[in-house]
């Protein structure tokens, strides 16, 4: 497995800054996987998603902190398919320095997130939401616009 070069690096971020949401994968306690759909920001090859503090996810993750995740850009044909799929390990985000630069990223991301914390009345993620961070250790990056089903292996190294 090759090391993520600069080339490979460029081409994982494009396709992370071409698609809002992923497809989440935990490991659920009894040992099947869940796959789960969320909206995501990114500093670098770091993940940031918010998560419901009682979803399976969080349970889930909590159990096991090994994930995977699957992005795919939008396309018309099969010849066109561009994604990824990257595996590592989700943490909870915490220490005030880093919840405010994760939930920076997300109001960047999603503005519309600013008005909803800006509407008068209780929020309804106030202490019942978790930012977890996700540092990619193995990506797959999905080209098909390269021939059918190429894909390229890539370690992760800090």
Not at 9 to 20: E, F, N, S
Not at 80 to 102: K, P, W
Request: negative net charge; charged residues 15%.
């Amino acid at each position: 497995m090759e090391t993520l070069s600069a080339a490979a690096r460029a081409d994982v971020l494009a396709i992370m800054a071409g698609q809002p949401d992923l497809t989440l994968a935990t490991i659920r306690p009894d040992g099947y996987p869940q796959a789960t759909t969320v909206s995501f920001a990114h500093d670098g090859l770091t993940i940031y998603i918010g998560v419901g503090l009682d979803s399976q996810k969080m349970r889930n993750i909590c159990h096991n902190d090994k994930v995977s995740l699957a992005i795919t850009l939008p396309y018309t044909d099969w010849q066109h398919i561009r994604g990824l799929s990257l595996s590592g390990h989700a943490t909870v985000v915490n220490g005030d320095a880093e919840i405010q630069h994760a939930a920076a990223l997300m109001t960047g991301r999603f503005p519309q997130l600013r008005q909803m914390m800006r509407e008068p009345g209780p929020q309804p993620w106030a202490g019942n939401m978790a930012l977890l961070r996700i540092e990619p250790e193995v990506i797959s990056v999905l080209d098909y616009t390269r021939g059918f089903g190429h894909t390229d292996l890539y370690r992760v190294t800090p």
